[in-house]
């Protein structure tokens, strides 16, 4: 892969990262990454929500994104090298904590350098060959769910959590884990002012051009 690099400089508030994730969008899809859009953009999303609500709103950073050999790198730089994220175990009715545990289940790995006058916040994704064959019957759209599903449900108490494996004896709990998060996305998205009707009408029409197979 050739490498690439772009970054950006911002102000931390939450009205950037709409912003911020259609650069994003802009940039990888004008790389060739179609593929990682979703993935990185959602990443993005967590990594500078993280400035806003633990270093403050209001903090100068920046964004960096960049490709090396056949990974895909984002970075988040910000001043404060106190302030480091973390993996926590968040209840299943948190406002918060869930942040850099979807980030660790869509990238590949992540990490935090620390230095003395600020801090990077990094995530990679595979990409390139490997990438093409990365979701069952080529839908990395699949895989994405899957990856957010399986965090989610690991916020759960044990009883409530699915196991795939298990077929279609659990499909009920897999289902109800679906409505569960969908409904805190929505309402996080209310939260902060967002059209949720608008943005179940887009999520439909992208439901039924995407041509899934009817449920047996």
């Known amino acids: 892969m050739t490498r690439r690099s772009w970054d950006v400089a911002f102000t931390a508030h939450p009205e950037e990262v709409a912003r911020l994730r259609r650069a994003v969008e802009i940039h990888l899809k004008a790389w060739g990454l179609d593929d990682q ?8 999303s967590e990594l500078v929500s ?15 994104l960049s490709t090396a050999g056949e990974r895909l ?16 175990d968040a209840e299943a009715d948190a406002e918060g904590g869930r942040g850099m545990a979807l980030v660790a289940a869509l990238a590949d790995r992540w990490g935090v350098q620390v230095y003395d006058d600020h801090k990077v916040t990094w995530c990679e994704f ?3 060959a490997s990438t093409a064959s990365a979701a069952p019957g ?16 690991t916020l759960k108490s044990p009883a409530c959590s699915y196991d795939r494996e298990a077929g279609r004896v659990r499909r009920r709990v897999e289902e109800e884990s679906v ?17 949720v009707d608008r943005v179940l009408d887009c999520a439909q029409s992208r439901l039924e051009g995407v041509g899934f197979p009817s449920s047996p």
């Open 37 to 44: 859009v979703d993935a990185a953009r959602l990443c993005v």
């Open 179 to 195: 409505i569960d998060m969908v409904t805190d996305l929505l309402h996080r998205l209310r939260v902060h002012g967002g059209d």
């Open 138 to 153: 080529g839908k990395p759209s699949v895989e994405r769910a899957d990856a957010l599903l399986d965090v989610y449900a």
């Open 73 to 88: 790198r984002v970075e988040v730089h910000d001043p404060d090298s106190r302030a480091l994220p973390t993996l926590v």
């Open 126 to 128: 595979a990409v390139g």
């Open 50 to 64: 993280n400035i806003v609500t633990h270093v403050g709103a209001g903090t100068p950073a920046s964004l960096v």
